[in-house]
């Protein structure tokens, strides 16, 4: 199986900054598209950014130009750095993973557990 372990959130107030990061492990042969979504009180979960294992990203509207996500492949972990953060940045973010793990002819879809960021004054 495998696991994602998000870490990073916190309090920031408006115009600040902070950078997500999620680990992936377990018996991992290879992990492919990682990505952040995010889940606001009486909303739906929505993609924030994804990343290909090539490094191609994928940026929702309302992330573009403020947030920057990256990946180490050697380390199976990916980043969110966001900044200039609003408070409508307010949620919960999950980490997501597309991973083969070890023994296994296709991949599966892994989700963490949240990491819960709040911008406020």
């Known amino acids: 199986q495998v696991q994602l372990v998000e870490s990073g959130g916190g309090l920031v107030q408006p115009g600040g900054s902070l950078r997500l990061s999620c680990a992936a492990s377990?018996?991992?042969?290879?992990?492919?598209?990682m990505g952040w979504y995010r889940q606001a009180p009486g909303k739906q979960r929505e993609l924030v950014a994804s990343?290909?294992?090539?490094?191609?990203?994928n940026y929702a509207d309302s992330a573009k130009g403020r947030f920057t996500v990256s990946r180490d492949n050697a380390k199976n972990t990916v980043y969110l750095q966001m900044n200039s953060l609003k408070p409508e940045d307010t949620a919960l973010y999950y980490c997501?993973?597309?991973?083969?793990?070890?023994?296994?002819?296709?991949?599966?879809?892994?989700w963490g557990q949240g990491t819960q960021v709040t911008v406020s004054s």
């Open positions: 990343i290909t294992r090539f490094h191609i990203a």
């Open positions: 377990g018996s991992i042969f290879r992990v492919n598209t």
């Open positions: 997501n993973a597309d991973a083969q793990y070890s023994g296994s002819s296709r991949f599966y879809n892994f």
